[in-house]
């Protein structure tokens, strides 16, 4: 009676740890947050952002960076003669949270030619 019982407990546990392994691979990656989640989730609280990217004039770009708790996206709206005439960033955390980094809007003559692509997180990030 006594093996019954121990072979009961140790399938029990063995089944326990079977269930908690595919329950913590089916879910333990969720708050990874992709660079497609993030963009997302900031075109939907920023409207204004909805049509980025676009070649219209002038032309709208997102820059993303992969932070270590998220992703830097930077909605950037190119200048044609001046390299960025406006450019807004964000970091979107994996719980979701969205905190606004800063903005760039350069006066005339104030223009920054090394800023182009992921460089533009050099305004903001270390």
Do not use: H
């Amino acid at each position: 009676m006594r093996q019954k019982q121990k072979i009961g407990i140790i399938v029990f546990v063995v089944v326990m740890l079977v269930a908690f392994a595919a329950f913590y691979t089916a879910n333990g990656n969720k708050s990874d947050l992709t660079e497609s989640e993030a963009i997302s989730l900031l075109k939907v609280a920023y409207p204004e952002y909805k049509n980025y990217p676009n070649d219209n004039l002038p032309p709208q770009s997102i820059q993303t960076k992969q932070a270590t708790n998220g992703w830097y996206v930077a909605f950037v709206q190119e200048g044609s003669g001046r390299p960025i005439l406006e450019a807004r960033c964000f970091l979107v955390i994996d719980d979701k949270t969205i905190k606004s980094i800063g903005e760039y809007a350069p006066e005339v003559g104030e223009d920054r030619y090394d800023l182009s692509g992921e460089n533009i997180f050099n305004l903001w990030v270390e």
